[in-house]
């Protein structure tokens, strides 16, 4: 056993280049997975400055310097951030108290439509069933409502927190910006001269990692925008809740699509009932999904992400499990990363011992055969 290990080391990490990139992932990983909490503002404000980033170098390549290109595009990210600050959010909390006030009134509408199921199908369904099934509903609703008066108290007592991470963030994504090569000059001085195999993974992970997050973005903004536009003509209620929450479901892929149906049928429901004003609701969600999945996500993504459907669902599954939220957005751009450390990884060359194995192996030839079969 210790053989086998020992030859399975000499095999993948003979290679020095090999050794760093293993150790860099290692430590990247850990980092995260250990002081992900404390280091949750300097995170965030990486990823922010990454998806900037490209709209600098973008203004840099029409011509202007890169002090101007940060100072605007910082300026025009901190103007988007006072809008969600000011307006969008006032307008999300006021939106959801009213939908929670309105919880028991449609838990009542919801118990009176099951009661009638015993009376129609008692074939089916008894009495007894609805009864238990009442009880297991408004369980649950407690505990969500327990939960929601929880996470109402934390945010009230970390609203210092969470106003400091508001200037701190901003901060920092501005110095990421600005000083981008002398950070990378600086992390650049720790590693060894030689880095090609890392600079390869990194090169293919960043094209595609940016492709991937920026277009994700832009997804969700396009998706939010068109729902909540269909929805107020609909004169749907909650429309902004709703559509802020389409908008988040793209973060997950084949599932959030799915799972944002159920609110969206459910407040059309107890808004109109079974009406042709519900099933205007369902077409036209219908066809914002079909768009999305057919035509926005080919057009934005392309090829910048080249995984199959299960290794998707498996990269939220885990990642999600690993770091909550955080874990499902980045689900797809670190199962991207993977792929592309397994792209970049060195294939170990065949010895001659193994063709010989194999040749040894694989079935005989015809003349082979024929000789065998001829009398001595």
Known sequence: MIEFIQQWYRRHFSDPQVALLAVLLIAGFAVIFIAGDVLAPLLVAVVMAYVLDGAV??????????????????????????????????LLFHQAA????EVPEMANKGQALLMQLPERYPEFVTRDDITSLIGQVRSGLGTIGQKVVKL????????????VYMVLVPVLIFFLLIDKQKIFDWASSFLPTERSLSLRVWREMNVKI??????????????WLVTYITFSLLNLNY???????????VIIPYVGAAVA??????????????????LYVLIAYSVIQFFDGNLLVPLLFSEAVNLHPVAIIAAVLVFGG????????????????IQAVINAWPKRPVAESDVDKAAALSPQTGEETAESVKPS
Not at 60 to 89: D, E
């Open 210 to 223: 940016s492709s991937y997050m920026r277009g994700k973005m832009v997804e969700i903004v396009l998706v």
């Open 239 to 249: 429309a902004m809740l709703l559509a802020v929450l389409v908008g988040l479901s």
């Open 57 to 90: 170098e973008w203004l840099v390549g029409l011509g202007a310097s890169r002090v101007l290109a940060v100072i605007g595009v910082f300026l025009v990210f901190l103007g988007l951030l006072l809008g969600v600050t000011i307006w969008l959010l006032p």
């Open 152 to 163: 109402s108290i934390t945010s009230v007592m970390n609203l210092l927190t969470i106003l």
């Open 261 to 278: 149906t159920f609110p969206v049928a459910l407040i059309a429901y107890f808004q109109w009932g079974f009406s042709m004003e519900l």
């Open 98 to 101: 009213q939908f929670f006030s």
């Open 322 to 337: 690993f770091w909550g939220i955080w874990g499902v957005f980045f689900a797809i751009p670190l199962a991207t990363l």
